[in-house]
């Protein structure tokens, strides 16, 4: 089916592979001729053509995988139990191995002609806490369920590849690793990303992350993060017969407000775009008590890894100033204490425009029937990205809305088609086997 403008902030509303910024459908991204029929042949090719079938003819069992696997809960830190079935589900689909990482990865080996690694992944963890309902309500055409899509889509999207791939005996250069990583949401810090791709780990070439929904965004831009749970601590006493102790909550207020000031100013002169927010506050015991504690978390965002360290700056020296004002008008007792505690570090990069796999990507895209559109965001292809590892983050297909939130649904518009997309991407960056020809 072909996307109409009018689906397209559906699309919008939900995916986390679709580009912050994206480039105006009146300038549609081409890819160069020689690219275009290099991936046309792969497309053309008989297998693949086959492959393209069966993920047709066997859409109802990926919607099953998709209903299975979003009713197994995979709170943050808590992704073993979907990880388990998610290994058994690629070993019925047909790996040469399978194994889990020391942080939790699920990895799945198919082996190619040995001339490298390209990684597909869907991450295994959703937002959602212990205890979040993750049943699957159904309305018409509608799948309604905490993480259906961010990112169980993506998980099944991974499943189907491989499944055709072994029907179709579509045989490929590179070794293709198919993975559900942990750690990619919130907190998570990337933690699964970032134990692939450490120092002294795995040999990995090319990284696909499919995440989300839709099959015309192109993320090759990761968007950096920084985070901070700033505490602050003091004595703590009674509000009448304790008062001109320091207070920890007056030092957070005077902290944020120099922050704000600060940050306001630089970023609304930063060359590149860059974002602050204070999240989440909290501490004290009763209205009656000066608390003993107040703390507050904070997430700082650029895409360029020189401003974000400069508002970082920032925001240590105004929580210093902060917590030095509070601490000067003090009458008696103890000083406060500041404690800053990195709790997040998402690196920021760009694989550029015109790099062959970004390129192949588009042409892709667009031999599928899409509209390639690229664009920056904070996905598991951040780190490889950081790293100067070709990578990018692509939607899995459908539609649907609601991230992150209860209400999060599906539906399955272009399911098919998304999936056939991410497949010839993978094939036109691991090659076809010599075998084939």
């Not at 986390?16 to 690219?35: G, K, M, N, R």
């Not at 750690?183 to 696909?208: N, Q, T, V, W, Y």
């Not at 990195?342 to 694989?351: F, L, N, Q, V």
């Amino acid at each position: 089916m072909t996307m109409t403008r009018t689906a397209l902030p559906i699309l919008l509303a939900l995916s986390t592979a679709i580009p912050v910024h994206a480039q105006s459908f009146l300038d549609p991204l081409v890819a160069p001729p020689e690219i275009e029929q290099e991936v046309r042949s792969i497309l053309e090719h008989p297998r693949v053509r086959a492959a393209f079938r069966h993920l047709v003819e066997t859409d109802e069992r990926t919607m099953a995988d998709l209903r299975e696997l979003t009713q197994i809960p995979a709170p943050p830190f808590m992704e073993e139990v979907r990880g388990r079935r998610f290994t058994e589900m690629l070993l019925e689909a047909g790996v040469d191995s399978v194994w889990t990482d020391d942080e939790g990865n699920v990895v799945g080996l198919r082996r190619g002609a040995g001339s490298g690694t390209i990684v597909i992944s869907g991450h295994l963890d959703t937002v959602f806490p212990e205890g979040t309902d993750v049943s699957i309500r159904e309305a018409g055409d509608t799948l309604y369920a905490p993480g259906i899509a961010d990112d169980t889509r993506g998980l099944v999207t991974v499943l189907a590849i491989l499944r055709a791939m072994n029907i179709a005996e579509i045989e490929t250069d590179h070794d293709v690793w198919f993975v559900g990583t942990v750690g990619e949401e919130g907190l998570g810090d990337l933690r699964g990303m970032k134990h692939l791709f450490r120092e002294g780990g795995p040999s990995i070439d090319a990284f696909i992350s499919v995440d989300g929904l839709g099959r015309d965004g192109i993320t090759n831009a990761g968007l950096g993060s920084y985070r901070y749970r700033v505490t602050f601590r003091g004595p703590g006493g009674h509000s009448w017969g304790a008062f001109g102790l320091v207070n920890p909550a007056h030092a957070l207020g005077r902290a944020v407000a120099r922050f704000d000031e600060a940050a306001k100013a630089y970023t609304d002169e930063a060359e590149r775009r860059t974002s602050y927010n204070v999240g989440r506050i909290g501490g004290g015991t009763s209205v009656n008590s000066i608390p003993f504690e107040a703390w507050m978390e904070i997430d700082m965002r650029s895409e360029s890894p020189e401003a974000l360290d400069e508002i970082d700056v920032l925001f240590r020296r105004t929580m210093q100033e902060g917590i030095d004002e509070e601490n000067a008008g003090r009458v008696g007792g103890d000083e406060l204490v500041l404690v800053l505690d990195k709790i997040g570090d998402r690196p920021s990069g760009e694989i550029a425009d015109d790099h062959p796999f970004v390129q192949r990507a588009i042409a892709a895209t667009t031999l599928t029937g899409g509209t390639p559109r690229l664009g920056r965001s904070s996905t598991d292809s951040n780190v490889p990205i950081a790293l100067g590892v070709p990578a990018i983050t692509i939607g899995g297909g459908g539609a649907g809305g609601a991230a992150h939130s209860l209400g999060e649904y599906y539906m399955n518009r272009d399911g098919p088609e998304g999936i056939q997309r991410a497949l010839l991407i993978l094939l036109a960056q691991a090659g076809l086997s010599p075998v084939m020809e």
